[in-house]
């Protein structure tokens, strides 16, 4: 089992900043993929960006340029830097991993509002 814990977002003006993160804590070693995905109101979850366990990063086309993804494997962290936020990244953005074995595990959500 892996468990995944959130932390950051909350209410951010429009071409505002914030940084989400999340550790992992259980079966760290299976870790291979960190995610990080989004679910607005009425809307599907989304894939918002994705890194190995080496490092190498994709984005959705809505975010790129705008967020950055890093993971710090030491410390079984992921986090997401969110700049120039828009009205339209407003979700619940959740933390996601894929382990070798391929299991997958979700984190509890947490909301980012952004609004003036």
């Known amino acids: 089992q892996v468990q995944l814990v959130e932390s950051g977002g909350g209410l951010v003006q429009p071409g505002g900043s914030t940084r989400l993160s999340c550790v992992a804590s259980g079966n760290v070693a299976r870790i291979y993929l960190m995610a990080w995905y989004r679910q607005a109101p009425g809307k599907q979850r989304e894939l918002v960006a994705r890194i190995t366990d080496g490092g190498s990063a994709n984005y959705v086309d809505s975010v790129r340029g705008r967020f950055t993804i890093s993971r710090d494997n030491a410390k079984n962290t992921v986090n997401l830097q969110m700049n120039s936020l828009k009205s339209e990244d407003t979700a619940v953005y959740y933390c996601?991993?894929?382990?070798?074995?391929?299991?997958?595990?979700w984190g509890q959500g947490t909301q980012v509002t952004v609004s003036s």
């Open positions: 996601y991993t894929h382990t070798t074995k391929g299991e997958h595990y």
